[in-house]
């Protein structure tokens, strides 16, 4: 049996545009989005085309959200870069403080294993399980773990640098 996408459409429209704005907190948002995500399934056959209607447009909502998300830590960077830019040169001494403590933090990261360098790097720039788990491959039951485990191991030698450091100065 053909989808009969007109009636699809004439009966779920509002209910996707309902939820979309209950998502987004835009009702114009919603109404382009509920637009794109019919655009996207019309045609298609479905068993239940107004489950497939609602699973594609919280799909939408979702890659919205994540792109909303990595625009503003990227303004945050750039706003955070131009600050940095606008201060007073660091004096002779803090330069070196800052790069002994950088060299410190990849000393530390070296110690990690690949895995562990890889999930604790990609949780520190903000990325959420789903997505180091798309990146790394592992479950997202093992990522509380790994990234526990990941971060005492850096801390640990994050220590012996600094104590290392202490001994020699």
């Keep these: 049996m053909r989808t009969d996408w ?4 004439r009966t779920t429209w509002p209910d996707v545009v309902s939820f979309l704005a209950g998502m987004l907190l835009d009702r114009d948002r919603a109404r382009d989005m509920a637009q794109e995500a019919f655009a996207r399934v ?9 489950a497939l209607v ?3 447009a919280a799909n939408l909502a979702r890659d919205e959200a994540r792109l909303v998300v990595r625009r503003k830590r990227h303004l945050a960077l750039l706003k ?6 606008s201060e007073p040169s660091p004096s002779p001494a803090q330069d070196l403080e800052r790069k002994e403590r950088a060299a410190r933090v990849q000393d530390a990261l070296g110690t990690l294993s690949e895995r562990d360098r ?7 720039a903000g990325f ?5 788990a798309e990146r790394t491959g592992l479950s997202k039951g ?3 773990t790994t990234i526990a485990r990941a971060k005492k191991k850096f801390i640990s030698a994050c220590s012996a640098g600094e104590d290392t450091d202490a001994a020699h100065g």
């Design 6 to 9: 007109e009636e699809v459409y």
């Design 42 to 50: 019309i045609g298609l056959e479905a068993e239940n085309p107004r």
């Design 54 to 56: 609602f699973r594609t």
């Design 80 to 85: 955070a870069e131009t600050d940095a830019a």
């Design 118 to 124: 890889e999930v604790l790097v990609l949780w520190n």
């Design 128 to 132: 959420d399980y789903d997505e180091i």
């Design 142 to 144: 093992a990522l509380g």
